[in-house]
């Protein structure tokens, strides 16, 4: 079992930044992709973007150049870093976890969320 706690989300103004932090708890962080999505009201949740075990990275169109993810498995704690945000970015924001077995077998562990606003 991986448990996972966000935290960092909260109302911003327009062009201002935010750091999304995602603790997990369990044995194995550093052999978990992580990632983070976000979904607003009657939509379905979207890739916002994603680390692997080795460090490489996959953003989500709409945040290129805007967020930077990054993970510290020595303090099991992946991160979002959010800057330039826009009102469109308004979302719960989501940690994921995706946890090995095999290399066929897989199991996908999520946050609460936490809730992001930009708004003047």
């Known amino acids: 079992q991986v448990q996972l706690v966000e935290s960092g989300g909260g109302l911003v103004q327009p062009g201002g930044s935010l750091r999304l932090s995602c603790v997990a708890s369990g044995r194995g962080f550093s052999r978990n992709d992580m990632a983070w999505y976000r979904q607003t009201p009657g939509k379905q949740r979207d890739l916002v973007a994603g680390i692997t075990t080795g460090g490489r990275t996959n953003y989500a169109d709409s945040v290129k150049g805007r967020f930077t993810i990054s993970r510290d498995n020595a303090k099991n704690t992946l991160y979002l870093q959010m800057n330039s945000l826009k009102p469109e970015d308004t979302a719960v924001y989501y940690c994921?976890?995706?946890?090995?077995?095999?290399?066929?077998?897989?199991?996908?562990?999520w946050g609460q969320g936490t809730q992001v606003t930009v708004s003047s």
């Open positions: 994921k976890a995706r946890k090995y077995y095999s290399a066929t077998d897989s199991e996908d562990f």
